[in-house]
């Protein structure tokens, strides 16, 4: 008996997404590598940079479970990277400061960041980069849309 594969109407979007992230990913960890840097560690210590901020809120800007980032802040310490510090607000919160050793490190990592983003996109036009980078806005600010509801009677 043959079986018959539903008709699709357009390609696999989720692999296709997911084929793309996994190749930059690995790309931008083997180009931080270089500088003795993770990609988890390049946004902490970016984020870190922006603001006094605690770890919890850390991990939320950088996506990132808290035992994720505990071992990722204490990876940092280790390094002399950045070091956990009283808050100036909040006696009982610890913030993640950035060193100056940090900061230079965090610098380089970002124009490597910025290179792989810059090859990972040559291939586009300028007015194709945007709209592409405008619809992966979209779709990331949608990821909480939850389920797909299925039509009744199906």
């Known amino acids: 008996m043959a079986t ?8 696999d979007i989720t692999g296709l997404l997911n084929m793309a992230g996994h190749a930059l990913a690995n790309r931008l960890a083997a180009a931080l590598a270089d500088v003795d840097l993770t990609p988890r560690m390049q946004c902490v210590l970016v984020h870190a940079m922006e603001g006094e901020r605690t770890q ?10 808290k035992t994720t980032m505990v071992t990722t802040v ?22 993640i400061a ?6 230079a490190a965090a610098e380089e990592g970002q124009r490597i960041v910025d290179a792989v983003h810059a090859d990972a996109l040559s291939g586009l036009s300028a007015s ?12 990331a600010d949608n990821r909480e849309m939850g389920p797909v509801r299925r039509a009744r009677g199906r």
Do not use: K, N
């Open 4 to 11: 018959h594969s539903p008709e699709r109407t357009e390609r």
């Open 56 to 65: 919890i809120q850390l991990a939320a800007l950088a996506d990132l479970d």
């Open 74 to 95: 204490d990876d940092l310490e280790q390094r002399g990277l950045a070091e956990r510090r009283p808050s100036t607000s909040d006696r009982r919160a610890r913030i």
């Open 98 to 103: 950035v060193t100056d050793r940090g900061r």
């Open 128 to 139: 194709d980069r945007s709209a592409f980078l405008e619809t992966l806005r979209l779709l």
